[in-house]
């Protein structure tokens, strides 16, 4: 099973406009069948449908080879459910309710719809989608977990790189496009008290609003800045222990049942609460969030100091790498040097997989520039400022060690992985009940 495959399958479960999760719920006819059963998990022929057609979109050649590699591959992952079951390998509620959530967020923000409409247009309710969804996030991280469990502490050598290099056939050889080395150093523009203070006295009016008689859901639609009041009125559902910042928690522990707080901050900005129940260890609350806005005072201030960071650089009294450990805001790139990176942690980056702000604006750039302070808004919302190095650029070419050695050792080790999960497979399906449909007989996947 190839590492595209794998990688198109965890997209697939986190496609929430799937045709299995959005399918209209009708009687009289077979909507769907089982193809595949792992002791309790089940396979559709929708799933298996669903992963053939993406990658035929994607330009892969159809064939029976393909397919049957697909359905190997759903069946693996229900296995690894199974086992996981068996093995005890669980992940925290906590975190699949923090990634549906955020992949809630996503499709309520691309989908150009308000609530009702989608709701309208699937037939269903929002919380029956993000219970679906869950479902299927839940399945990604536990097999995900598996997988990290069963090929744990796996390298590969440099001759084993070598060696996976020159089994590919010359005139097979991978065709790369242009790819480029950029890095940055970001500041997130620190928000003045006077501001903190505006952000207060707007939260201190709403509260005043609501207790007058007006609702909370509506002003939180109308004034959140969380992403999933415009779904849930600013309901965040019933939280345990741990699973909130500590101030949101604090906070729920403080309130009486019904009892509006006063504003108070976090490190997502600040909020007014509502406590709506308590029980034992749990709460349910409603809120209302409004991140501060920096003035343009608290920019500027962060573009200068970006500008002496800048020349201490220009004039090599400080590399950029050790600049943007130091100094830089952004947690995924100040450990990598500054560095963007792809999935497997290689620093030379296609057109394609570049942020499209960062590409347009090297654009006009030379190889070895750093630009001048530049504001952006990060991927969380927060105001900032940045400046990039343009490190490198390589034109478009047939892959070699020399240009690709990082791209050609993940495939190495992916492959490796692949060769271990595969004869892990082997050995587990004895420890469960398989059963393919018998017009799926064919792929082989369960014969000894």
């Known amino acids: 099973m190839t590492t595209i495959l794998r990688r198109i399958y965890i997209m697939v479960l986190l496609v929430v406009l799937s045709s299995r ?13 089982i193809i595949a059963k792992v002791d309790n998990y089940i396979v559709l022929k929708s799933d298996l449908e669903k992963v053939y057609q993406d990658y035929l979109a994607n330009g892969g050649s159809p064939s029976m080879e393909t397919r049957c590699q697909y359905l190997a591959m759903l069946v693996r992952n229900k296995l ?6 068996i093995d005890s390998v669980v992940v925290l509620d906590a975190e699949v309710d923090a990634n549906t959530q955020r992949r809630m967020d996503v499709i309520l923000a691309q989908s150009g719809r308000t609530v009702d409409e989608l709701e309208g247009l699937y037939g269903k309710t929002l919380e029956q989608i993000r219970n679906e969804l869950r479902d299927q996030i839940r399945e990604q991280m536990v097999v995900s977990k598996m997988e990290e469990t069963i090929t744990s502490g796996i390298a590969v050598t440099p001759s084993e790189v070598k060696k996976f290099f020159n089994k590919i056939p010359k005139d097979s050889l991978p065709y790369f496009s242009a790819s480029v080395e950029v ?49 849930n009125s600013g309901e965040m559902g019933w939280s345990a222990r741990g699973r909130m910042v500590p101030e949101f928690e604090a906070m729920a522990f403080k309130l009486k049942p019904g009892e509006i707080s006063m504003p108070f901050e976090s490190a997502f900005g600040m909020h007014i609460m509502q406590l709506i129940e308590r029980r034992g260890n749990e709460y349910n609350s409603r809120h209302i969030l409004i991140s501060p806005e920096p003035s343009a005072k608290d920019l500027q201030d962060v573009t200068h100091f970006l500008d002496s960071i800048r020349t201490l650089i220009v ?67 927060k105001n900032a400022v940045r400046i990039l190095y343009y490190k490198s650029r390589i034109p478009p070419h047939i892959a070699s060690l020399e240009e690709d050695w990082h791209r050609i ?38 014969r000894d």
């Open 80 to 85: 690894m459910l199974a086992k996981a079951e």
């Open 21 to 33: 999760l959005f399918a209209q719920e009708n009687q009289g006819f077979v909507v769907d069948e």
């Open 183 to 231: 890095a940055q150093i970001v500041k997130i523009a620190k928000v003045s008290n006077e501001q903190k203070q505006k952000t207060r006295n707007q939260l201190l009016d709403i509260r005043s609003r609501i207790l007058a008689g007006e609702s909370f859901g509506a002003l939180a639609k109308e004034f959140s800045d969380d992403p999933s009041a415009l779904s």
């Open 409 to 446: 050792q993940a495939a190495t080790l992916n492959e490796k992985k692949n060769r271990i999960l595969q004869k892990w497979f082997e050995k587990a399906k004895a420890d469960v009940f398989i059963n393919i449909d018998q017009n799926y007989d064919f792929c082989g996947i369960v």
């Open 315 to 381: 004039n090599d009294s400080l590399t950029f790498q050790k600049a943007a450990k130091e100094f830089s805001d952004d947690v995924p790139t100040k450990g990598n040097g500054g560095f963007f990176s792809d999935p497997d942690g290689g620093t030379k980056l296609t057109v394609d997989e570049l942020d499209p702000v960062v590409f347009f604006k090297i654009d006009s750039m030379k190889v070895g520039d750093i630009s001048k302070p530049v504001a952006y808004r990060t991927d969380d919302g």
